[in-house]
């Protein structure tokens, strides 16, 4: 019986100096590749979960910002959402300041809004202002051609050229309620989803996402001063969908890499969450880059080719929404996660075990988990202790490269865990 303890004292020592010398030679694998290979391949050690404090301080700083924005500068509604009146004619020759001045003098007030859009001959002159009289925007459109004389479609000035939409400030705000309900519907459909499809964690990290998202774009466009519209809710709720559609697809890696995490003391939960991280990393971005093409290219036919305000206003919040979403997916929604999780009991004691391994196999263990590790480590019966352990941290994704001959001496039956 003293002899076979020994053998396996013995077999178990060998065991762990072949593990420790495999995480070495993992880790030097990953720091001799460049940068993009490892970007490309998913193979080196982007620690995007073990920074997760500085991603929650530069996320909280961004919803800040949004929020003292909106706080303080509101929004630019379009006429849709505030109602008014709207008159727009092709440009020609006429600048802002002189149909600004021809407005004043016809109706005797300052109009809301004058801006040009598109270039060139198809450029359009819009004019924002509160709800006008029949007669008065009949007067005003009087005014405008006899100032401007527009050309109509046959090439000929046209009084039909001037165009005019009136929005009561009632119909408005039945806009704005639908969109706010079409939002609400939208992140409980969310909600339920997510937590059917994967667990209640993964869907509150993915909502607060969503409303990180949504937060930042309206932070931008209050900001910015970009004319709230229809097609601006539109848009939003498209790109919540696309950031929903990135989030899902690390989690759904996060879920593969942790099945059975806590019958392995090879990583951490957080370790295998990065992992999950790291092996996405390219697909997240050739997503947003296959999504940003044609969204780049709607902004140029819709500002400078045709002039139409609308498309503008789709494909802006869209371009928004995919840089916001593809930030929000890969350094908020997962560190969000593993936060999460680790509140949990199954999670905690599965780290306490790989720390306790390190250590034992002389890895360095953070001075914060080394007091609660030797506890453990002296509590657990000795048929409970496993006899691999780590000697390091491995690097996420470093595939190991194994020596000539490390196996050699590993007894029959013995599997690495």
């Known amino acids: 019986m003293a002899e076979q303890s020994d053998d396996k004292t013995l077999a178990d020592a060998e065991l762990i100096k072949s593990d420790a010398v495999e995480e070495t030679l993992e880790s030097s694998t990953a720091q001799r590749h460049g940068f993009f290979t490892r970007l490309y391949t998913g193979t080196g050690a982007f620690d995007v979960v073990g920074r997760r404090k500085m991603w929650f301080t530069v996320s909280g700083l961004i919803i800040a ?16 959402f505030q109602g008014g009146t709207k008159v727009s004619f092709p440009r020609g020759d006429a600048t802002v300041q002189q149909v600004e001045d021809v407005f004043r003098e016809t109706l005797g007030h300052e109009p809301e809004q004058v801006v040009v859009v598109g270039n060139g001959a198809s450029a359009t002159v819009q004019i924002r202002s509160e709800m006008l009289s029949n007669d008065q925007t009949a007067k005003q459109k009087d005014a405008l051609f006899n100032e401007f004389h527009p050309v109509g479609v046959d090439g000929e000035p046209s009084k039909q050229a001037i165009s005019d939409s009136a929005v009561s400030s009632t119909w408005g705000s039945q806009i704005t309620k639908k969109a706010l ?12 989803y997510i937590t059917i499809r994967y667990e209640r964690y993964m869907a509150m990290s ?76 390219m697909r997240s971005i050739n997503t947003s880059l296959i999504s940003v093409i044609p969204v780049v290219a709607l902004m140029v036919v819709a500002v400078w080719l045709l002039g139409v305000g609308t498309l503008k206003d789709l494909a802006l919040v869209m371009l928004i929404g995919i840089i916001v979403g593809t930030y929000s997916s890969i350094f908020l929604a997962t560190p969000l996660l593993v936060t999460l999780r680790e509140r949990t009991e199954l999670v905690r004691t599965h780290t306490r075990r790989v720390l306790r391994r390190r250590k034992a196999a002389g890895a360095d263990v953070p001075e914060a988990a080394d007091e609660e590790t030797t506890a453990d480590a002296r509590s657990e019966e000795p048929s409970e202790r496993e006899p691999v352990a780590l000697a390091a941290k491995p690097a996420p994704g470093a595939r190991p490269i194994r020596p000539t001959g490390s196996r050699t001496s590993r007894p029959s039956g013995k599997r690495r865990r």
Do not use: C, M, W
């Open 65 to 80: 910002i949004a929020i003292a924005s909106i706080a303080i500068r509101g929004f630019t509604f379009g006429i849709d």
């Open 181 to 192: 309900i079409a939002l609400g519907v939208f992140l409980v459909l969310v909600g339920l």
């Open 206 to 281: 993915a909502l607060a996402t969503l409303v990180f998202d949504l937060t930042t774009t309206a932070g931008v466009y209050s900001l910015v001063g970009f004319e709230v519209s229809p097609a601006t809710v539109i848009g939003l709720l498209t790109i919540l969908g696309f950031s929903l559609y990135d989030t899902v697809i690390v989690f759904d890696k996060v879920e593969e890499n942790t099945h059975g995490f806590q019958h392995t003391t090879r990583r951490t939960f957080a370790e295998q969450a990065n992992l999950a991280l790291n092996q996405t990393f």
